[in-house]
T-cell receptor, first 113, second 115 residues
């Protein structure tokens, strides 16, 4: 059974810092990995999708990498801003899973002005 | 930009009552999903739907749950007899493709409170 882990559960950084959020998964047979942002009490906003054949994806200040064989992904946020404060979730689709996403619990990021 | 919408945003119901949660997926999307998030816990998969039938469901999705696409735009989740433990945020999602290229887009959620 696929397990997705995100450690630490919370992170606080000063504005302007570059940071890395980690995600690990136990079963490397995945179709893709998706990073989401969730603001308190709100829905999930898709940030990046990395297909299993890709190593990384970039969108603006965000860069996500995937190392399928070691079961790891990282989300790199450059020059963090207070508006980046949110919970960041990673989720994977297992091969043969009919598109079901398995989520980690998320990392709650606070960027201090 | 197209988005997934959900109604209502908040539903309060008494234990044993039936509820229907509604979703309008992105118009050209073919794959539809329901997930839920109990307060403080992970987002959990409930069911996926493609070509007018369920393609996968979790063990949470028992006989009390059903999904329907009653017309070309709506996708609904029905809970027949709600329990206290059904209280959660319910998210609808849709994707244009399945499998590896199926980026899922989520709605804002319906907060269900069962009293």
């Amino acid at each position: 059974k696929q397990e997705v882990t995100q450690i630490p559960a919370a992170l606080s950084v000063p504005e302007g810092e570059n940071l890395v959020l980690n995600c690990s998964f136990t079963d490397s047979a995945i179709y893709n990995l998706q990073w989401f942002r969730q603001d308190p009490g709100k829905g999930l906003t898709s940030l990046l999708l990395i297909q299993s054949s890709q190593r990384e994806q970039t969108s603006g200040r965000l860069n996500a990498s995937l190392d399928k064989s070691s079961g790891r992904s990282t989300l790199y946020i450059a020059a963090s801003q207070p508006g980046d404060s949110a919970t960041y979730l990673c989720a994977v689709i297992n091969a043969g899973a009919n598109s079901k996403l398995t989520f980690g619990k998320g990392i709650t990021l606070s960027v201090r002005p | 930009e197209p988005e997934v919408t959900q109604t209502p945003s908040h539903q309060v119901t008494q234990m044993g009552q039936e509820v229907i949660l509604r979703c309008v997926p992105i118009s050209n999307h073919l794959y539809f999903y329901w997930y839920r998030q109990i307060l403080g816990q992970k987002v959990e998969f409930l069911v996926s739907f493609y070509n007018n039938e369920i393609s996968e469901k979790s063990e949470i999705f028992d006989d009390q749950f059903s999904v329907e696409r009653p017309d070309g735009s709506n996708f609904t989740l029905k809970i027949r007899s709600t329990k206290l433990e059904d209280s959660a945020m319910y998210f609808c999602a849709s994707s244009e493709h399945g499998g590896s290229s199926g980026e899922q887009y989520f709605g804002p959620g319906t907060r269900l409170t069962v009293t």
